[in-house]
């Protein structure tokens, strides 16, 4: 209880001293009586599990010449998901959002010196929402 929360911040303390940082989240109720944590889940419980991801695209030039015009600054795209399992496992509801941010974001780009120096941009996909509902044989 008491002594992993002191251990956990002590460790805490040290990794932001050399520039890593750490979250930790204690697994008791009050007064350090009954973990929150289960290590199996009784028969007939549904399951509701999260997932998230990040990518990040740094700077680049999206046509063949390095133009600066057709630059992609960087960026960073965030997508989450949930997903309830149902009692048995064969059923299930998920639901996500990709680009959760909205960024606005080039993928792509051409340029035609040799036709009037048409240049063309791509962007990439806004904020998509989904949502899935499966059953399993």
């Known amino acids: 209880g008491k002594h992993l929360a002191q251990v956990l911040q002590?460790?805490?303390?040290?990794?932001?001293?050399?520039?890593?940082?750490?979250?930790?989240?204690?697994?008791t109720a009050k007064a350090d009586?009954?973990?929150?944590?289960?290590?199996?889940?009784?028969?007939?419980?549904?399951?509701?599990?999260?997932?998230?991801?990040?990518?990040?695209v740094d700077e680049q030039y999206l046509s063949v010449d390095n133009r600066e015009n057709l630059?992609?600054?960087?960026?960073?795209?965030?997508?989450?998901?949930?997903?309830?399992?149902?009692?048995?496992?064969?059923?299930?509801?998920?639901?996500?959002?990709?680009?959760?941010t909205d960024q606005v974001y080039l993928t792509d780009a051409q340029e035609f010196s040799s036709i009037g120096n048409i240049q063309t941009a791509y962007y990439g996909d806004p904020r998509t929402w989904s949502g899935t509902v499966g059953f399993r044989f």
């Open 33 to 56: 009586a009954v973990s929150r944590i289960q290590s199996t889940l009784e028969e007939g419980t549904g399951v509701v599990t999260t997932r998230g991801d990040v990518r990040f």
């Open 71 to 100: 630059k992609e600054k960087g960026y960073a795209l965030f997508n989450a998901f949930v997903q309830y399992d149902a009692p048995g496992g064969r059923f299930y509801v998920r639901g996500g959002v990709k680009n959760l």
């Open 10 to 27: 002590g460790i805490r303390r040290e990794l932001v001293a050399i520039g890593k940082a750490i979250l930790a989240l204690l697994s």
